[in-house]
């Protein structure tokens, strides 16, 4: 069967477009994924943590793994048992290596004989 020039521009010019929105649609959906990923990085988590609050050798407040904010910090004494209530992406260039996460939403835990 001969398909004449002009339908077999047609027929290609249509394979070319369904390989090309299979492709574009695949990116489109890793794409989303992504942001969507991002997103819930970003956003809140509760009740994250207790644990002791510290201070690092370049005075950084922390609890565990999480960053505390500094004045926040100053409310408490180190060795304060504490709980943190959410945590976000920690913004500094400077500790967010040593500290991804941070908090600036806790407070003094409550601790009972078991």
Not at 20 to 42: C, G, P, R, W
Request: hydrophobic letters at 40%; a positive charge.
């Amino acid at each position: 069967m001969h398909i004449s020039p002009p339908i077999q521009v047609i027929a290609n010019f249509i394979k070319l477009l369904v390989v090309n929105y299979v492709t574009l649609h695949q990116i489109f959906i890793k794409t989303i994924q992504s942001m969507t990923k991002s997103a819930e990085d970003k956003m809140p988590q509760k009740g994250v943590f207790t644990g002791i609050m510290e201070q690092d050798e370049n005075k950084n407040f922390f609890c565990g793994e999480f960053l505390l904010d500094f004045k926040m910090a100053q409310k408490h004494n180190l060795g304060d048992w504490i709980t943190i209530k959410s945590v976000i992406e920690n913004p500094s260039d400077i500790s967010y290596n040593k500290y991804p996460k941070k908090s600036k939403n806790f407070d003094k835990a409550n601790r009972k004989a078991e």
